[in-house]
Nanobody, 116 residues
Framework: QVQLVESGGGLVQAGGSLRLSCAAS????????MGWFRQAPGKEREFVSTISWNGGSTYYADSVKGRFTISRDNAKNTVYLQMNSLKPEDTAVYYCNAAYGYINYWGQGTQVTVSS
């Protein structure tokens, strides 16, 4: 069992930056691929970024490529999402995900609001 707690969301002006954190419980954090997803009002949850268990591979949605950076610190059981050059269309609830095979865990989400 893995529990995920996101933090770092908030209100920011367009062009600003935020860093999201996701703290995970459990001794097997380093076994999981970690990811970030987001869900805007009235829309389906969408993929944002993912990072492999050792941080060696990262992937991004085209909409955030070049602006967002995912990273992880396995010693701290934490994954981060650095978000720069934020746009109003980045407004959403951001969810942390831990995946291992067919097993998935989700955090409760953190709100990010970007004002124009």
């Amino acid at each position: 069992q893995v529990q995920l707690v996101e933090s770092g969301g908030g209100l920011v002006q367009a062009g600003g930056s935020l860093r999201l954190s996701c703290a995970a419980s459990g001794r097997t954090f380093s076994s999981y691929a970690m990811g970030w997803f987001r869900q805007a009002p009235g829309k389906e949850r969408e993929f944002v970024s993912t990072i492999s268990w050792n941080g060696g591979s990262t992937y991004y949605a085209d909409s955030v490529k070049g602006r967002f950076t995912i990273s992880r610190d396995n010693a701290k059981n934490t994954v981060y999402l650095q978000m720069n050059s934020l746009k109003p269309e980045d407004t959403a609830v951001y969810y942390c995900n831990a995946a291992y095979g067919y097993i998935n865990y989700w955090g409760q989400g953190t709100q990010v609001t970007v004002s124009s």
